[in-house]
């Protein structure tokens, strides 16, 4: 089937008609053949890509017929393309809080992100249990196909994530760990826990932890580049955490040269779009 699609996507149908295996097999995938059928077949090629990428199969003829997704409520297009910049890894941390937007508005996400969202709850139980509700019927008749998308993998005891404390303990936690460390050196409890993505970051925490690497860059002129990258992690965990209403710690003017201020506005940005397009 993949041979067959994206030869006739490269070199065209002539006069002939769609063959009827791969007009079945784009409207599985939610792909309308007859809108466009040039865009269909260039469509249909990516999404099995995706889907050969992440272990899918292709629904066989033989095999039950995807459920009918006409009555149900889909993420709207602007979400849709916010998504694609998350999962190809452009801003990865917010996905949590993507499903979180979807499931406060009872959407389901759209067919053509499940096969990659499957596979990333295979590995992530955060991400598992935040798709559940999203999911919609399409999710069963995918695991269906691909059972091994159903079965989480398994963790050793000793890759096992801790309980994760509140997010008031967590500021808590971290404007203690803030005021009394001039310095936040990688391996303190603290300063790793101010790295774990998912938490919710008060607005005082954020300028805390922005002002305190600004002190810190001024005091290392030339520091170790673990260092930098410890640091980097913390602020990318603010960004990502903080709220984008309120929080104002990375549009103030900083010259720091170890880390461009840039990216994490752009963080702020795309969550503050993010979020618009659910309202």
């Not at 170890?258 to 659910?278: G, K, P, S, T, W």
Request: aromatic share 8%; net charge neutral; charged share 20%.
């Amino acid at each position: 089937m993949w041979q067959k699609l994206t030869t006739t996507a490269l070199l065209g149908l002539g006069r002939s008609a769609l063959p009827d295996d791969l007009r079945s097999a784009l409207l599985s995938q939610g792909i309308d053949p007859d809108a466009s059928p040039e865009k269909a077949l260039l469509d249909g090629a990516a999404v099995l890509l995706r889907q050969r990428q992440a272990h899918s199969i292709l629904p066989a003829m033989e095999q039950a017929a995807p459920p009918d997704l006409s009555a149900e409520r889909l993420c709207s297009p602007a979400a849709g393309k916010a998504l694609e910049k998350i999962l190809d890894g452009t801003y990865r941390l917010a996905l949590p809080e993507f499903l979180k937007l979807t499931a406060a508005k009872n959407l389901h996400v759209s067919p053509a992100h499940l096969p990659m969202l499957l596979e990333l709850a295979v590995w992530n139980p955060e991400i598992r249990a935040l798709l559940e509700p999203v999911a919609g019927p399409r999710a069963t008749w995918l695991i269906a196909l691909n059972p091994r998308w159903g079965v989480p993998a398994r963790k050793t005891a000793k890759n096992t994530p801790p309980l994760r404390m509140s997010d008031e303990a967590f500021n808590t936690a971290g404007l203690e760990f803030l005021a009394q460390h001039r310095d936040v050196e990688k391996g303190q409890a603290v300063a790793t826990l101010l790295s774990t993505p998912g938490y919710v970051w008060s607005d005082e925490l954020v300028l805390a932890m922005v002002a305190n690497f600004l002190e810190w860059d001024k005091r290392h002129f030339s520091a170790p580049a673990w260092a930098v990258q410890h640091y980097r992690s913390m602020l990318e965990a603010a960004a990502f955490g903080c709220d984008v209403a309120t929080c104002k710690a990375f549009e103030m003017e900083w010259v720091a040269p170890a880390l461009d201020v840039e990216y994490f506005r752009r963080v702020i940005a795309f969550r503050r779009e993010m979020i618009e397009v659910f309202k």
